[in-house]
């Protein structure tokens, strides 16, 4: 159990903040010419931001840009859109939902993620984020106020959770070793990667940011953290 970590290290999605859908965003929108309706809307939800596994059936090289997807941007496009034609959607229903996901002001932060990283940064803890993930996601943390040390995501720094050398750049940027090291994440297979260098790991439920009021606080102090 890491007590006195001297750095914390996030995952993005279902950790600090949560891809929530609007219903403005499936306006006129069919699968499979029928109307989008809640139970589609969460299914469609699902598969865009589960991380890990794959839902829909994929060619060779449709399979590759799934993969790799968190490594190039094109291969992120490629692969979502076609999860989304493969859901049902119309190829311009399919364009403005994945125009949706690249959007950091789509994303909202866990009630908690704000004052959880202050409050890490007030007591001398550093912070990273470490993401799989395609895309620019300072913007998301600017407009709400939220404040990290350092941002590793796999399509800068070339490499995806759970490979170790992901969480090492994390590391060596802020200095510090992996036994000094807790990772905070909702994916044992993804975010758990990090215990391979001896960081702690804690695992949180990617619940609705309504129901999740305070998991970053609960998922720290099991570790002997305050925030």
């Known amino acids: 159990m890491v007590v006195m970590a001297k750095a914390v290290l996030f995952d ?9 859908e609007d219903e403005s965003w499936f306006a006129g929108m069919a699968v499979d010419e029928r109307e989008v ?4 809307q969460a299914e469609l939800m699902r598969r865009l931001t589960a991380p890990t596994g ?22 992120h496009r490629e692969a979502y859109l076609h999860v989304l034609r493969e859901s049902g959607l119309a190829d311009h229903h399919a364009e403005e939902l994945y125009a949706r996901v690249i959007d950091p002001g789509s994303w909202t932060a866990y009630p908690d993620t704000v004052s959880v990283l202050a409050g890490l ?3 001398g803890v550093k912070t990273a984020v470490v993401s799989n993930i395609s895309f620019d996601i300072r913007p998301a943390f600017h407009a709400a106020g939220a404040e990290v040390d350092e941002f590793v995501l796999s399509f800068e720094v070339g490499a995806v959770k759970p490979d170790p050398a992901i969480f090492r750049s994390a590391l060596d940027r802020l200095g510090v070793t992996p036994q000094d090291a807790l990772m905070v994440g909702d994916s044992e297979e993804a975010d758990g990667g990090a215990e391979a260098l001896g960081c702690g790991f804690a695992l949180v439920d990617p619940l609705p940011t309504a129901e999740r009021p ?8 099991r570790f002997g953290l305050r925030a």
């Open 121 to 123: 940064r007030a007591r």
């Open 214 to 221: 305070d998991g970053l606080v609960t998922a720290l102090s």
């Open 37 to 40: 309706d809640g139970h589609v």
């Open 54 to 75: 794959r839902s829909v059936e994929m060619s060779d090289e449709q399979y590759h840009a799934w993969v790799n997807r968190d490594l190039a941007p094109h291969l």
């Open 12 to 20: 993005f999605s279902g950790t600090l903040f949560r891809l929530e």
